[in-house]
């Protein structure tokens, strides 16, 4: 549980932010020993999953102690700070099924458990007291009246619609949640206004909002998904020092983790083809002053991962996963497009959400929101899982081409090289065009040397000739 409370002292745990992550980084605190906090209020950043997240605090009080410093690697479940509460509040009953004492006869069994709360969000889901927040205010309601159970083993909760001056429904327009799930639900794109609230008191709890996405939620991956494993240089000089020690955690550790998984899964193969994409690069030119386009970031890639999407769509058999366990073939229906991003903590493979059904100003917006957020290092968790294909642009450092190792749960993957001017015979002539070698690896237990053979080449050829991006479609 994330809490347990100590007399007046509450402790509150590592959550798993992550889905089934088993550690955690910190890498800021927010607040010091002696500062007052609030429910709701960010008290660290973590590093999970790729992703820094901020952790948000489920009770009010004074920070007594951070239990670790900045840069420790906590184990899930661990205690990490603790917050004295007000002297006069009444403390909290532990987030833990209480059994109940066998009824004796005649007597009604009462619940006198507590619902139980996901690790790391918020305090127990019978509470609904909300922290102020900026902006239009919703009242929150006061505590529900209580009477006397039936079988006199203390108060029992009224209904909302039996205790007096309460109102039996929440303000319209404003569901009621607490700030984790709001942000969960933002992750998932759940619009909290649709969701049936199941928690007392018409509160939505974070298995509302899962339930709200399970329909359209991909296929999660329980390893966070990237392409290369970066090798830790070592330092010389001359200071006497030969040799750096850096640490296996955070992005570097799940990188090695996903990529070994990969390596030695899925059987790989790679293919490649040189192209001539000198009418491409001028689409991009005249794209760029399309008004259309206005304030949105236009590049070859943007093409590129448009042209896979065609091609995807032509041969739908190699946007698949293989489930080893059912000894099936899973093919989607649907394409979430990872693109292989440099940050600060390293490489990550966030992805387009339903990338095939956006148009290319709307696919143009997602790629330029997807590589913004991840440079600043805010790309959650949720937004690198359930991708089915991806895309890793190894040209932006001058790289001819590359043999990419697949993301766990996935059967393909696209490099692209460098653009560069090359001689290319062109109607009948040596002329200088604009050429990039592109590589494709798949998964050869679903993918064979034919189905990747025709969608390197419907690539190849749309880039070739960009109006097969209309005439194909």
């Not at 009010?60 to 670790?68: I, K």
């Not at 766990?408 to 993957?413: K, L, T, V």
Request: glycine residues 10%.
């Amino acid at each position: 549980m994330t809490t347990m409370t100590r007399g007046n002292v509450r402790e509150f745990r590592m959550p798993d932010v992550g889905e089934g992550l088993t550690e955690a980084e910190i890498l800021k605190w927010y607040v010091r020993p002696g500062d007052t906090v609030t429910d709701g209020q960010a008290v660290c950043e973590v590093e999970t999953a790729k992703a820094a997240v901020e952790l948000p605090i489920p009770f009010d009080g004074v920070v007594g102690e951070l239990r670790f410093p900045e840069g420790t690697t906590v184990d899930v479940g661990t205690v990490i700070i603790t917050v004295e509460v007000a002297g006069d509040a009444p403390a909290p009953e532990p987030e833990a099924e209480i059994p109940a004492a066998s009824p004796t006869e005649g007597e009604t069994t009462e619940p006198r458990a507590r619902q139980p709360v996901l690790v790391g969000y918020g305090v127990s889901t019978s509470s609904t007291r909300r922290r102020p927040r900026k902006g239009p205010q919703v009242a929150a309601a006061p505590p529900p009246s209580t009477t006397s159970g039936a079988n006199g083993r203390g108060p029992v909760p009224l209904p909302a619609s039996e205790a007096p001056g309460v109102p039996a429904t929440p303000a319209p327009g404003r569901p009621l949640a607490k700030p984790p799930v709001r942000k969960l639900a933002k992750d998932l794109g759940v619009d909290l206004t649709t969701v049936t609230p199941t928690g007392p008191d018409g509160v939505i709890t974070r298995e509302d909002v899962h339930a709200a996405a399970a329909p359209v939620r991909p296929e999660e991956s329980p390893v966070p998904e990237t392409e290369v494993v970066t090798t830790v240089a070592g330092a010389s000089g001359t200071g006497g020092e030969r040799e750096t020690r850096v640490p296996v955690k955070g992005v570097r550790k799940a990188t090695a983790a996903a990529m070994v998984g990969s390596a030695f899964t899925a059987p790989h193969v790679t293919e490649f083809v040189t192209v001539d994409v000198t009418r491409t690069m001028r689409l991009v030119e005249e794209l760029k002053r399309d008004g259309e386009f206005a304030g949105l970031r236009v590049n070859p890639l943007l093409l590129i991962a448009k042209a896979l999407l065609v091609a995807i769509r032509r041969n739908p058999e190699v946007n698949a996963s293989w489930d080893e366990a059912a000894q099936e073939i899973v093919v989607k229906h649907y394409v979430n497009l990872g693109i292989a991003a440099a940050t600060p903590r390293g490489l990550i493979v966030p992805n387009v959400k339903d990338a095939h059904a956006q148009t290319l100003p709307e696919l143009a917006r997602s790629l330029g929101d997807l590589v913004s957020t991840a440079r600043e290092g805010r790309t959650s968790p949720a937004a690198m899982r359930g991708g089915t294909v991806t895309i890793t642009n190894v040209g932006v450092f001058g790289v001819d081409t590359g043999t990419p190792i697949l993301n766990p749960g996935e059967s393909a993957i696209l490099a692209v090289g460098a653009i560069k001017p090359q001689p290319w015979v062109h109607k009948g002539k040596v002329k200088p065009r604009q050429v990039t070698t592109l590589a494709l690896s798949f998964d050869h237990r679903l993918v064979d040397g034919e189905l990747g053979s025709k969608v390197l080449a419907d690539v190849a050829a749309i880039l070739e000739r960009p109006k097969r991006l209309v005439t194909w479609v």
